[in-house]
């Protein structure tokens, strides 16, 4: 895969938006092993307050804290999904 296919997918993402907005959200498509899609279907069916979305997001977050990501909007994120805990 071509290391800008990422940058170039955003683009056509913030171009259909509009340049005069910030886009809060991308759409993003992955395979991953099935060993993982298990998994994460069986969390969310125990854990009613997450989604795929969040979990999603929340593992990003923390793999890119824990490599030294120093954004902090990403450290917020891996923070919050750290200490709070909607479904208990």
């Keep these: 895969m071509d290391r800008n ?3 170039r997918c955003h683009e056509m993402g913030t171009t259909e938006r ?3 907005s ?3 959200y991308v759409s993003l498509e992955t395979e991953i ?3 993982l899609y298990r998994g ?3 969390f ?3 854990h009613p307050g997450w989604d795929q979305y969040r979990v999603m997001s929340s593992a990003l977050a ?3 804290f824990q490599n030294g990501c120093d954004d902090r909007a990403v450290t917020e994120r891996y923070l919050d999904d750290l200490f709070i805990h909607p479904d208990h």
């Design 33 to 35: 092993p099935e060993v």
């Design 5 to 7: 296919h990422l940058e």
């Design 40 to 42: 994460m279907k069986d």
């Design 18 to 20: 509009g340049t005069a």
């Design 44 to 46: 969310i069916g125990e």
């Design 62 to 64: 923390h793999f890119l």
């Design 22 to 24: 910030k886009a809060s």
